[in-house]
């Protein structure tokens, strides 16, 4: 059940993590291929690359989806007990333990998201596109296996999934131990997706500039040849320094409404069947 879920949320939030990255890699209104608002990206993107454009990249989330999940939560899982022989506090524990699957998550992640972000850059239309398959094995002949081929963008990933998962669990178990439990079934359901949207919306607002950083090592360089952005904390510098402050927020708005709602899914899901294994196993 949780992997159709999975499915279903995937296809239905991937065109706008596709919106998203191409936010995150165009440089502001002197960029050629500029999109003005989220409505115009969709209008443009529609109209030049057709309804299948919006779905550019979707196989490598899919094939990635099952291990990233069970990484991020076994892994949670595995970290708290660790921590429970420290004397931590339990807001410490759950922030801590979030920040360490985040950066064991993406270990497994980054190779899809490199291949998924290269995708998604690609402005031809759908039937244009290589393949999954075929846009792999270029990036591996022509770059490699490692930091600056098929592993590039490592540290900008752990930032984004370190982060991501110390805020999205910390805040989540921790809001969710001071509000009150609800009797009504409908209500205590309505109590946890609303701490796990919030927990989502906070945790996107605070990794996005890891994001970015994501999004310009892994996509297009602006001078075919030559590599611009290489590192984490350089590219965040350099796209302040020429962009402004705000640019380390492109693409936060679709950003948002895929990982509120979906961030509330995912854990419901994972809290019910969690639930529903320690009373049957």
């Known amino acids: 059940m949780s992997k159709v879920l999975s ?9 706008l993590d596709l919106v998203k990255t191409r936010f995150q890699i165009q440089k502001g209104t002197t960029d050629p291929n500029h999109y003005k608002s989220l409505g115009d990206s969709f209008r443009v993107i529609f109209k030049t690359e057709g309804p299948f454009g919006f779905y550019k ?12 999940r069970a990484v991020k939560f076994f892994t949670f899982e595995q970290y708290k007990k660790l921590l429970g022989y420290m004397s931590l506090s339990p807001a410490l524990t759950f922030a801590i ?6 950066l064991t998550e993406a270990i497994v992640v980054n190779p899809f998201e490199v291949v998924k972000v290269g995708l998604q850059a690609n402005r031809n239309s759908f039937a244009e596109q290589p393949s999954t398959m075929d846009y792999a094995r270029y990036i591996i002949e022509k770059e490699g296996l490692g930091l600056q081929g098929l592993n590039k963008g490592f540290t900008a ?9 110390m805020v999205y669990f910390g805040f989540y178990f921790n809001v969710k131990n001071i509000v009150p439990v609800n009797q009504d079934p409908t209500l205590e359901f309505l109590r946890k997706f609303g701490i796990g949207f919030l927990s989502g919306t906070i945790a996107s607002v605070i990794n996005i500039p890891f994001d970015v950083a994501k999004s310009r090592i892994q996509g297009p360089q602006p001078v075919p040849g030559q590599i611009k952005y290489r590192t984490c904390f350089k590219t965040i510098a350099t796209v302040y320094q020429e962009e402004g402050f705000s640019a380390l927020y492109k693409g936060l708005i679709p950003k948002i409404l895929r990982l509120g709602p979906g961030g509330a899914v995912m854990l419901l899901v994972y809290e019910y069947t969690y639930s529903w294994l320690q009373k049957n196993w």
């Open 97 to 102: 333990a979030g920040l360490g699957s985040g």
């Open 57 to 68: 990249g979707i196989l490598p989330p899919i094939m990635a989806e099952t291990p990233k």
């Open 157 to 165: 990933t752990l930032g984004r999934h370190g982060l991501f998962n």
């Open 7 to 15: 499915l279903v949320e995937i296809c239905l939030m991937h065109p």
